[in-house]
């Protein structure tokens, strides 16, 4: 078993930043490839960002790319989500997600995961 926490959400202007983080407790952080997904009221959840195990591998969505920023610290059991030059359409609520998995074609599959948080909320005001 592998929790997820997620917290650094909230409410902020246009144009402003975030940084969430998502600590795991339970098996080995460092073997699991992570992920940033986030669902807005009435829509399917989404892949935002993905990262494999090593951290050497970044991989992001179209419409955040130059914008977020995804990172990983082994030590410190974290995974990271920076958020630049945020957009109203950037509002959901964002879940961290964890997979057995050093491939990086599967990250973008929601099915893929095992493990998942209980999701920030995150509102950007226009």
């Known amino acids: 078993q592998v929790q997820l926490v997620e917290s650094g959400g909230g409410l902020v202007q246009a144009g402003g930043s975030l940084r969430l983080s998502c600590t795991a407790s339970?098996?080995?952080?460092?073997?699991?490839?992570m992920g940033w997904f986030r669902q807005a009221p009435g829509k399917e959840r989404e892949f935002v960002a993905g990262i494999l195990p090593s951290g050497d591998n970044t991989y992001s969505v179209e419409s955040v790319k130059g914008r977020f920023t995804i990172s990983r610290d082994n030590v410190k059991n974290t995974v990271y989500l920076q958020m630049n030059s945020l957009k109203p359409e950037d509002t959901a609520l964002y879940y961290c997600?964890?997979?057995?998995?050093?491939?990086?074609?599967?990250?973008?599959?929601?099915?893929?995961?095992?493990?998942w948080g209980q999701g920030t909320q995150v509102t950007v005001s226009s």
């Open positions: 997600a964890a997979q057995y998995s050093i491939r990086p074609t599967t990250l973008r599959n929601v099915n893929e995961y095992t493990y």
């Open positions: 339970g098996r080995t952080f460092s073997n699991y490839a």
